[in-house]
């Protein structure tokens, strides 16, 4: 299958992007569950390294947070889930449009050949 750098790149950033949206999910779910520790998604790193290297595949990461807990062991702040969750839908949205222009490129490349 034809796939490109770009195309595989936009995959995985859409694909971690989702797992953090979920996992955002799961933390403000857990808000006021006593001992829960928010869940972390990362995947950026992998996404330059897979680029660098000329495939643009990579796999996010799911791992707990080591922000200080509070008296019921909970870590959860809803600040950060906040802002972290706007991020994450700017960064969505950012990369299905650019998504959206790789297939609208393609697209036009197979109708005129």
């Known amino acids: 299958m034809l796939e490109s750098v770009t195309s595989a790149a936009l995959s995985s950033a859409l694909d971690g992007l989702a797992a953090r949206q979920r996992a955002i999910a799961n933390n403000i779910a857990n808000v006021n569950t006593p001992g829960y520790t928010a869940e972390r998604v990362s995947f950026e790193d992998a996404l330059a390294a897979s680029v660098a290297r ?8 799911t791992g707990r947070s080591l922000e200080p807990t ?19 839908v700017l960064g969505f949205q950012f990369a299905s449009q650019a998504a959206g222009n790789e297939f609208s490129l393609i697209r036009a490349a197979l109708k005129t050949s």
């Open 70 to 88: 509070r008296l019921d062991g909970n870590n959860v702040n809803l600040d950060t889930e906040t802002l972290s969750n706007v991020d994450t």
């Open 54 to 61: 000329g495939d643009g595949h990579a796999a996010s990461t």
